[in-house]
């Protein structure tokens, strides 16, 4: 995703070009100081921290079994908008990201990925009952009407490829503006993933998910993204032993219970071992 990577190089830029400069921490120096510093984007079910102070989600629940498997006792949960993601492991602001972020050829040349948590597809947030009639990604391409994205989101490459012009996206800067942008009618729907949009439509009573919709056709093929960590490219050691706990942990009930709990489907956990990295990272 050019545009938003574009979008990324200028944040760091905008730091001082601190990502040039920073060197990620190794695993042992990791363990040796006890703590790691892990991201979310504060986005459910993915990451993010309940107003206990909590960090919850797939991708925090199955880093803290991780870390206690690789004997890193402490962790210390950075919070960020999603589109500061990239950036701030460029610029070793933290260690790690535990944001379900969809694994994509244009970002495994920024950072290094874990193998898939989780697989998830689409949806659109629309104002309750639907106004403008939209249920598809293709519509905003074939209509005057605006659809929202977050910032840093997929779904910027997906509209792109479906040939929605950039004049009809409206940006917004994290998920919490989504129900009032929708609501207030500057935008018909915002796009994000079904798990998003179901988690926004339970807030409000002026959106709902859009009914009957089906997932955008990119190439012939459904949209479907993988979810993984996130890792410096400097942090190959670290992203390795990640890998092989996450390979023993998908394995066990405890892994499957923790999907469930935040909304997955079977179909969801058995899709997230249908891709390695490296083939997402080639497509």
């Known amino acids: 995703m050019i545009k938003k990577l574009a979008l990324c190089t200028l944040a760091v830029a905008l730091t001082g070009g601190l990502a040039s400069q920073a060197s ?13 510093r892990i991201a979310v984007a504060n986005e459910i079910p993915y990451g993010y921290m309940d107003m206990s102070g909590k960090a919850k989600g797939v991708g925090p629940e199955t880093a803290q079994h991780i870390m206690e498997q690789l004997g890193i006792k402490k962790i210390e949960w950075v919070t ?4 500061s993601l990239i950036p701030g492991l460029q610029a070793n602001r933290f260690d790690m990201v535990s944001a379900e972020m969809a694994i994509l050829p244009q970002r495994c040349k920024e950072v290094l990925f874990s193998e898939p948590n ?11 009952g639907n106004p403008d009639n939209v249920h598809t990604y293709e519509d905003f391409a074939k209509s005057d009407k605006k659809i929202a994205i977050m910032a840093g989101a997929d779904q910027l490459e997906m509209l792109q ?34 798990l998003t949009v179901s988690e926004l439509a339970k807030k409000s009573d002026k959106v709902e998910a859009a009914k009957e919709f089906t997932d955008p056709v990119i190439d012939g093929e459904p949209a479907r993204s993988w979810g993984g960590f996130t890792f410096s490219q400097d942090s190959k050691d670290f992203r390795d032993a990640v890998n092989a706990e996450l390979a023993k942990f998908k394995k066990t009930d405890a892994w499957g219970k923790i999907m469930a709990e935040y909304g997955f489907s079977e179909a969801d956990a058995k ?12 497509e």
């Open 80 to 83: 960020t908008n999603f589109g």
């Open 118 to 128: 989780s697989s998830y597809g689409e949806g659109l947030l629309v104002a309750q």
């Open 271 to 282: 899709e997230s071992f249908n891709k390695t990295t490296e083939q997402l990272c080639t």
């Open 24 to 36: 990620a921490a190794s695993l042992q120096e990791i363990k040796d100081r006890g703590t790691v």
């Open 161 to 194: 490829a479906l040939g929605v012009p950039g004049e009809r996206m409206v940006t917004i800067s994290n998920n919490a503006d989504a129900i009032s942008t929708v609501s207030t009618g500057r935008a018909s729907a915002y796009a994000a993933t079904s």
